[in-house]
């Protein structure tokens, strides 16, 4: 059972497994939405030249239990508009940056096609869950055992809060995706259908401030059954992953 206040942090590698991302960014995973939001994910708060952290806090739910192919959860198979992977089953695409729901400042046009590589995920090895837990350059706390998502009425996804934060030696965008390790989606928003990636500029409405100047973004994570998931996040000059176990 995830205890409340919990932190999942980014280290620079997902414990030696699958890709090693670059140094130079950092993120922690997510906190559960509060009793009565509609909505999605989760990651807290955090500083570090070149990083983006996040911090977590969870919360219990239940959702109904499915996955959709790894393929599809990759972002391989059939393309969309503009060239782009379609989303997996059950989310809807990202029109850019004006589908966060917090947006403000920025909110016209979209991540630079630079920005999307590859997702380069840890492997599901049968083994327990390697969760991220030391994000560096940054330190965002304590680590977490397990996320806690809850359920969302109308939805098939369950949902927690994260709040991404970036210091402010780093100006540009970010590009959030993620899956369920071994196959299965991860999405975003606080609708009912969520949507498949967070594109993020200006830092978002009602989002903490961030010491030395930098962004932050208040964004809900959605999953459909608990288990082990890992996002990536794109800046320019960076990829960082980061690894946590979900709990419905």
Do not use: N
């Not at 280290?11 to 140094?23: R, T």
């Not at 999307?116 to 680590?143: E, F, I, N, Y």
């Not at 991860?186 to 009912?192: D, N, P, S, V």
């Amino acid at each position: 059972m995830a205890a409340a206040g919990l932190l999942l942090m980014l280290a620079p590698a997902a414990c030696g497994v699958g890709s090693k991302p670059s140094a130079g960014s950092s993120a922690t995973a997510p906190r559960s939405a509060a009793a009565g939001s509609t909505g999605t994910g989760t990651a807290g708060t955090g500083t570090g030249a070149g990083a983006a952290t996040g911090t977590t806090t969870s919360s219990s739910s239940t959702t109904a239990a499915a996955t959709s192919s790894g393929r599809a959860a990759h972002g391989r198979g059939k393309h969309g508009a503009g060239g782009r992977p379609a989303a997996p089953a059950g989310l809807s695409q990202t029109a850019g940056y004006a589908t966060y729901e917090r947006c403000q400042g920025t909110c016209t046009g979209a991540v630079p096609a630079s920005l999307r590589r590859p997702l380069k995920l840890p492997a599901a090895d049968g083994g327990p869950c390697p969760v991220t837990l030391h994000p560096q350059p940054a330190s965002t706390g304590r680590a977490s055992a397990g996320v806690g998502f809850r359920a969302v009425s109308g939805s098939q996804w369950a949902i927690a809060e994260a709040t991404w934060t970036v210091p402010a030696s780093y100006t540009g965008p970010l590009l959030i995706r993620g899956a369920m390790l071994g196959g299965g989606a991860i999405g975003f928003g606080t609708g009912a259908v969520p949507y498949d990636e967070l594109q993020l500029l200006d830092g978002g409405k009602g989002a903490p401030g961030v010491e030395g100047g930098g962004r932050a973004w208040i964004t809900y994570t959605r999953v459909r059954s608990g288990g082990c998931y890992a996002y990536q996040v794109d800046g320019t000059g960076f990829s960082e992953v980061v690894v946590f176990r979900a709990v419905t």
